[in-house]
């Protein structure tokens, strides 16, 4: 940058051309501007700018196709092998006529790559509980980590080289797969799992987990705030802590009922040590996740061998039209399945939103059943915690809003809206009918975290608020007599003389929303400078905060 070498991660976006193929490994050069990213900044809902920076991810920039100029892979000698690799399996899987469905999931499952997934695709998962499927992790690599410990028990050699063996084929799969983060995390714990075995003294299944997480900090601290890094940890935690109580409850004598209960036993676990988090990051819950687990979880060994053996054999010649499709339907019947699960929406729950503290709260609560498990007693004397921690929630919950007093514009491409939020409604004004888009990502995080009833209305050109003139101006109406320390908003690139504006009238704040040309912007912006008025553009800062800049001095 400006002939300074500079090292860092930047989000980059191609514009979509059905005619290029990008695959993993491919190296370009362009020339850009680097962009910092821009907050949305919409109350109470998730920002993915600092999704991204948690990612180490500061900047982004925007290309089409023929803005980068290819150039020789620049990656080391054993990725430059493993990416021509998958280049070519992925080339030679296009050429065997799977259902696209099948293709989809195959390359998702093998080769780690999710970018060939669908939104509808993973929107059925999603909805099924299943997600996890999609992404090599610790299912994936738990399995292999089985079926690769069966293999060298029938081999007699020392426990050292079985272990050393059984981790380097994990490391050589996770790096063959692209070396996803989950497929890391979860090759690290498996690794510390299989270590600990050396040691050979009792412990506690744990501590493999917490060595795992030390390791995994300690390279990269980015990691600790990482959702799917929580989800993982938690996950595996979880199934270590509550599986074996769980089993202890009922021991079938007849293998396939003790394989069903065992799965059983797993995602319940798994699910209900995940349910707080997946609430407060996901704000919804899939209540038939069983269902959509039990059968994938009997035969998903079976699916991950079957579509490790089409990918190998694709890449070997052309595989026989019945193989195909038999693969197409065995593959297609799980995913009719599932979509038939994500398709009973009155069983998934959504719009669920916690606050941090109801999240501690209940962990806290599991955490509490757990020690109850082993001590009933303990259950009995500190049951008041419980009842005391609910109260103290309920009342913090019911009280938040009494301390919420906004008036926000909020950025928004093709509308002006602006929301009020008392300590009683939330009243939403705009412009044009709010899509299902604007209900669910800009209305519904604050109705849901602070608990109260919305109402919309449609917005007008002028309103009072805390003794304070706010008037619209678009490229319909008139300009406002009244402007004297009033608040202003420019929308639809508005043919104003916004210097005399400022002459006459002195208004406090002008603010400039996202659907106006960026030089007319540019242009205010130096008008209010040299008149000493307060600008906000909303294109480039996001959503405004109105009551705080008019109480700032």
């Known amino acids: 940058m400006d002939t300074k070498k500079v090292l860092g991660n930047a989000l980059v976006s191609v514009k979509c051309d059905s005619h290029v193929q990008y695959y993993k490994g ?61 280049k070519h399996l ?34 059925d998962f999603t909805n099924a509980g299943v997600i996890h499927i999609l992404a090599i992790s610790g299912l994936h690599m738990g399995i292999i980590y089985l079926v690769l410990a069966w293999c060298f028990q029938q081999v007699h050699a020392s426990i050292i080289l079985k272990s050393i ?37 009792r412990q506690h299944p744990l501590n493999p987990l917490f060595v795992s997480i030390f390791i995994l900090v300690l390279i990269d601290p980015y990691t600790l705030p990482s959702v799917g890094f929580q989800l993982s940890v938690v996950a595996v935690g979880s199934i270590i ?32 040590g995940l349910l707080p988090l997946s609430v407060f990051y996901f704000h919804q819950f899939p209540s038939l996740f069983l269902l959509a687990n039990l059968p994938l979880m009997l ?88 009842l005391l921690g609910l109260i103290g929630l309920f009342f913090y919950e019911k009280t938040l809003p009494l301390f919420v007093d906004e008036l926000w514009v909020h950025q928004h491409y093709t509308n002006t809206i602006l929301t009020e939020i008392t ?22 995080p604050i109705k849901g975290n602070l608990h109260l009833n919305s109402n919309r209305f449609k917005l007008k050109n002028s309103y009072t608020y805390k003794k304070h003139q706010i008037h619209i101006i678009d490229n319909k109406s008139s300009i406002p007599t009244t402007v004297a320390n009033a608040v202003v908003i420019l929308t639809d690139a508005p043919k104003i003389n916004l210097q005399r504006i400022l002459s006459t009238q002195k208004p406090k704040l002008i603010i400039a929303t996202s659907h106006n040309y960026k030089n ?32 700032t001095p």
């Open 165 to 201: 063996l059984i981790i380097g084929f994990l490391w050589l799969f996770t790096w063959f797969s692209g070396g996803s983060p989950s497929a890391i995390r979860a090759t690290t714990m498996f690794s510390c799992f299989q270590l600990s075995k050396l040691l050979m003294r």
């Open 299 to 386: 035969m998903i060994t079976l699916v991950l061998i079957t579509a490790i053996s089409i990918v190998i054999w694709s890449g070997i010649g052309t595989i026989p039209g019945i193989i195909i499709n038999g693969y197409n339907y065995f593959i297609m019947s799980i995913y009719k399945y599932i979509q038939w699960i994500s398709l009973q929406k009155e069983f998934l729950f959504t719009e669920l939103y916690i606050q941090p503290a109801t999240l501690i709260f209940l962990y806290l609560f599991l955490a509490f059943l757990v020690v109850a498990y082993h001590k009933p007693l303990f259950l009995i004397r500190r049951g008041y915690l419980i």
């Open 520 to 551: 007319l912007a540019q242009k205010w912006k130096a008008t209010c400078a040299e008149h000493q008025v307060a600008f906000y553009d909303i294109s480039q800062r996001g959503s405004l905060n109105i009551t705080k800049e008019l109480t």
């Open 423 to 444: 300590s009683r409604s939330i009243n939403t004004h705009s412009k044009n009918t709010l899509s299902t888009v604007d209900k669910k990502f800009l209305v519904a």
């Open 90 to 123: 992925v080339i030679n899987l296009k050429n065997q006529h799977l259902h696209p469905i099948a293709y989809q999931l195959t390359t998702a499952l093998v080769l780690g790559n999710k970018s060939e997934v669908d939104n509808q695709l993973a929107t």
């Open 241 to 272: 802590v509550g599986v074996p109580k769980l089993l202890a409850l009922w021991k079938p004598k007849f293998w396939l009922t003790r394989k069903v209960w065992g799965i059983i036993c797993v995602s319940t676990c798994a699910q209900f």
């Open 26 to 86: 491919d190296s370009f050069t362009c020339f850009s501007k680097l962009h910092l990213l821009k907050k949305s900044n919409n109350p109470y809902a998730f920002e993915y700018t600092d999704y991204l920076k948690k990612e180490n991810i500061t900047h982004q920039f925007w290309v089409t196709s023929t803005d980068l100029y290819q150039i020789p892979p620049l990656a080391n000698s054993l990725n430059k092998v493993a990416n021509t690799l998958k």
